[in-house]
């Protein structure tokens, strides 16, 4: 069973960076297909970006420009880095993973979700 543990999440300033990782375990091939979505306090989760294991990315208009998805082959972890961040990044990140193979998008269904981690802006 893929388990997803995310990690990275603190209370940043505005304007600063911050990466989230997550790690999968219980695998015995990579995902094809990984994503970060986040939820705010009293909204509905969102989908941020995707990335398909050969390397090719996807992002939510709301993710372009200022959120990075890569893969860390040499530590086997999914990232998200976050640009010039704004209160309104405050939420709860997670970490998800979608069976199977073919396109991967980042408003795909995911299988697999971490628990999250927890990433708060204050100006």
């Known amino acids: 069973q893929l388990q997803l543990a995310e990690s990275g999440g603190a209370s940043a300033q505005v304007g600063g960076s911050l990466t989230l990782s997550c790690t999968p375990s219980g695998y015995t091939t990579w995902p094809y297909c990984m994503g970060w979505f986040r939820q705010a306090s009293g909204k509905d989760r969102e989908g941020i970006a995707a990335i398909h294991s050969d390397g090719t990315t996807s992002y939510a208009d709301s993710g372009q420009g200022r959120f990075t998805i890569s893969i860390d082959t040499a530590k086997n972890t999914l990232n998200l880095r976050i640009h010039n961040l704004k209160p309104e990044d405050t939420a709860m990140y997670y970490c998800?993973?979608?069976?199977?193979?073919?396109?991967?998008?980042?408003?795909?269904?995911?299988?697999?979700w971490g628990n999250g981690t927890l990433v708060t802006i204050s100006s």
């Open positions: 998800a993973a979608r069976q199977g193979a073919g396109f991967c998008r980042w408003y795909y269904g995911m299988d697999y």
